[in-house]
Nanobody, 122 residues
């Protein structure tokens, strides 16, 4: 499975961005998709995850109510709609795919896309 993420950019505080992650290859093996982020000097942290088939999803408390994960199975694409962005949301965002479990642990994910930079100015 190959993942390609895009859609990052520079946005003012309170603004919105939508990230996309396109999966290719053995996509039938995907059980869940997740978004993670990593700010400079910090560990990679969970943002949101979505079950590829059922649509069950959950979020980190820091983004719940502001971010929405959703997908288009026909396009093998998962999205992260980010609203009410804050400067503390600034990070490199990564999408990831897991073959067996819906989880917030980055260690459980099998495939990773390249990151896309999101910068929120105050």
């Amino acid at each position: 499975v190959q993942l390609q993420a895009f859609g990052g950019g520079l946005v003012q505080s309170g603004g919105s961005l939508r990230l996309s992650c396109v999966a290719s290859g053995r996509t039938f093996s995907i059980y869940a998709m997740g978004w993670f982020r990593q700010a400079p000097g910090k560990e990679r942290e969970f943002v949101a995850a979505d079950n590829w088939s059922t649509g069950n999803s959950y979020y980190a408390s820091s983004v719940k109510g502001r971010f929405t994960i959703f997908r288009d199975n026909a396009k093998n694409t998962v999205y992260l709609q980010m609203n009410q962005l804050k400067p503390e949301d600034t990070a490199v965002y990564y999408c990831a795919a897991d073959r067996t479990v819906l989880t917030s642990s980055p260690n459980d994910y099998d495939y990773w896309g390249q990151g896309t930079q999101v910068t929120v100015s105050s």
